[in-house]
T-cell receptor, first 112, second 113 residues
Framework: DGGITQSPKYLFRKEGQNVTLSCEQN?????MYWYRQDPGQGLRLIYY???????QKGDIAEGYSVSREKKESFPLTVTSAQKNPTAFYLC???????????FGPGTRLTVT | GENVEQHPSTLSVQEGDSAVIKCTYS??????FPWYKQELGKRPQLIID?????GEKKDQRIAVTLNKTAKHFSLHITETQPEDSAVYFC????????????FGQGTILTVHP
């Protein structure tokens, strides 16, 4: 877990602005994931990437975009099209053929 | 898509009692069943997992049981302690969703001293 960093821990934005959340890992894991967590709900998958230069939509991709130009980095952009962007965003990684996912510390985004 | 139902949503026990949380799933091809513990404001931490070829797995005070026929699995915590208080999530993976985890809605466990 210590090998996954997310910054910043807290982020505040005005409605209508795009914002990019950072996720960096030094675990040499191929797969990376973005989840959204709302109060009283489980984690919902936004986007995931199994390998560099490739990514797929998860269950709630609308209003979000990602890139995977480097193995170590998987930034998530929350666009103004996302209707309810205020949430806790968690990045995770998975290595090799293992199913285990390891989570970063999360970024709490507040949009007003 | 895959669906995971987790019950109960809240669970309150006295210190020393046992706690059981159950998850049911729909995708019979699922073959990986982890449990995560999340303390307030923190990241989820994997506490135990089980593969489909195993019926039960124990690690000290926690255990997971799997019934593939009935498509449900459970987390058992014995001799609960106040520090066990947290939100617990089950998840599934495998089959049609290799590498992707689908999470249950979570259970808020409170252990009263």
């Amino acid at each position: 877990d210590g090998g996954i960093t997310q910054s910043p821990k807290y982020l505040f934005r005005k409605e209508g602005q795009n914002v990019t959340l950072s996720c960096e890992q030094n675990l040499n894991h191929d797969a990376m994931y973005w989840y959204r967590q709302d109060p009283g709900q489980g984690l919902r998958l936004i986007y995931y990437s199994q390998i560099v230069n490739d990514f797929q939509k998860g269950d709630i991709a609308e209003g979000y975009s990602v890139s995977r130009e480097k193995k170590e980095s998987f930034p998530l952009t929350v666009t103004s099209a996302q209707k309810n962007p205020t949430a806790f965003y968690l990045c995770a990684t998975r290595g090799g053929r293992s199913y285990e996912q390891y989570f970063g510390p999360g970024t709490r985004l507040t949009v007003t | 898509g895959e669906n995971v139902e987790q019950h109960p949503s809240t669970l309150s026990v006295q210190e020393g009692d046992s706690a059981v949380i159950k998850c049911t799933y729909s995708d019979s091809a699922s073959n990986y069943f982890p449990w995560y513990k999340q303390e307030l404001g923190k990241r989820p931490q994997l506490i135990i997992d089980i593969r489909s070829n195993v019926g039960e797995k124990k690690d000290q005070r926690i255990a997971v049981t799997l019934n593939k026929t009935a498509k449900h699995f459970s987390l058992h915590i014995t001799e609960t302690q106040p520090e066990d208080s947290a939100v617990y999530f089950c998840a599934i993976a495998g089959g049609t969703s290799y590498g992707k985890l689908t999470f249950g809605q979570g259970t808020i466990l409170t252990v009263h001293p």
